[in-house]
């Protein structure tokens, strides 16, 4: 087996490894948020960056990774900007209606793609465009169901597309410019994400829940669920940085789309949600958007491959589709629930 052909299977892991990961902890967290009670979403995300520290922590004590010591300043930068973005996203959901929420969620690809291409110097062809058009607009017609506006809540959830675009569009820069693994800026990063979120989440929390997390009643069963999300968190995290890594933010962020419209349909099979015929349309749209964007970022892969012998340097589109990304190409708990007051349904650097 080829090296490219060991990095195409590898990112098939990733990849899958990214979908199963954040499904799963969606589930158990709308079970422990909606049937438990228990809506500290802030704190619990701070407890999942804890334990993600702790056990590559161990895994770095056994010598699975080799720890790479870098630019101190981007890393606690970095790891701070993604604790705000997580607690941005969990008061945008506060102050605004679901379905802006859900607006803004969608807002965060067409964001990326403007940063990458006036500060980045990136180029995104037109049928990729089309592609991630046709995306938006099935997940949208899938989630989006009112679309209340406040003043506040708007500014919030600008900041929160803001900071979340770049915090994601950093995971892939930091990684490839310091030529770090998604593991070690993981482990470096953890503390500085986890501390902003154990100081800020009680008091987050409190403000949007008016309840207090140390004044919860901990059943046997509301800690089983907190103690098997922050397990399922470890694959969540790390999933999130190597795909970004591997990859880039905007198919990061198609992935997600795509973990949401798995979320909406094993919530109608396993948890009886209700699921209308509106439903059923945007996630065929979006599916089709997906596998669009999958198709032009493997034909543009390929085609840059090819004329990159006969030319130094040309930059494409988007060169890492879901299935086909190219070698060196280029932290949200993702759920849909309408019925709790908080929750960030965006990542799990976040998880």
Same mark, same amino acid.
């Given at each position: 087996?080829?090296?490219? !052909?060991?990095?195409? /299977?590898?990112?098939?892991?990733? /990849? ?20 438990l ?28 990774? !080799? ?62 465009? /089309?592609?991630l ?58 503390p ?42 470890i694959s ?14 905007v ?30 349309l ?17 034909? !543009? ?14 930059? !494409? ?35």
């Amino acid at each position: 087996m080829g090296e490219g !052909e060991r990095f195409q /299977l590898g990112m098939v892991g990733a /990849l899958t490894l990214s979908v199963v990961s954040s499904v799963s902890i969606v589930i158990c967290n709308k079970a422990l948020i909606s049937s438990l009670g228990f809506h500290f979403a802030t704190t619990l995300t701070s407890w999942h960056l804890l334990v993600t520290f702790s056990s590559l922590h161990m895994a770095l004590k056994m010598k699975l990774f !080799e720890h790479k010591p870098f630019d101190q300043k981007a890393v606690m930068g970095f790891g701070i900007l993604n604790g705000i973005s997580i607690g941005l996203l969990n008061l945008s959901l506060g102050f605004n209606s679901v379905g802006f929420y859900q607006m803004t969620k969608l807002a965060i690809i067409p964001c990326t793609v403007l940063l990458e291409t006036l500060f980045l110097g990136k180029r995104f062809s037109r049928s990729i465009q /089309l592609s991630l058009v046709i995306l938006l607009l099935g997940v949208g017609i899938a989630t989006v169901t009112d679309l209340q506006l406040n003043a506040l809540g708007s500014v919030l959830s600008l900041l929160a597309i803001v900071t979340t675009c770049v915090a994601q569009i950093m995971t892939n820069t930091i990684q490839k410019n310091f030529k770090v693994s998604s593991t070690q800026l993981l482990y470096q990063s953890c503390p500085y994400q986890a501390g902003t979120l154990l100081i800020s989440g009680p008091f987050l929390d409190g403000f949007l829940t008016d309840q207090n997390v140390f004044a919860f009643k901990y059943t046997t069963q509301v800690l089983a669920f907190i103690i098997l999300s922050c397990l399922i968190s470890i694959s969540v995290n790390f999933s999130t940085f190597l795909v970004i890594g591997k990859t880039s933010p905007v198919t990061y962020q198609v992935l997600g789309h795509l973990k949401t419209c798995l979320v909406l349909a094993f919530g109608y099979v396993l948890l009886h949600d209700p699921f209308s015929w509106r439903n059923i349309l945007g996630i065929f749209i979006a599916l089709i958007g997906m596998v669009l964007y999958s198709y032009f970022c493997t034909r !543009e892969s390929q085609s840059t491959t090819t004329e990159v012998s006969a030319q130094p340097f040309q930059v !494409e589109g988007e060169s890492a589709p879901l299935l086909n990304a190219e070698n060196g190409k280029g932290g949200l708990i993702e759920a849909v629930v309408p019925k709790a007051p908080v929750w960030n349904s965006s990542k799990d650097l976040d998880a």
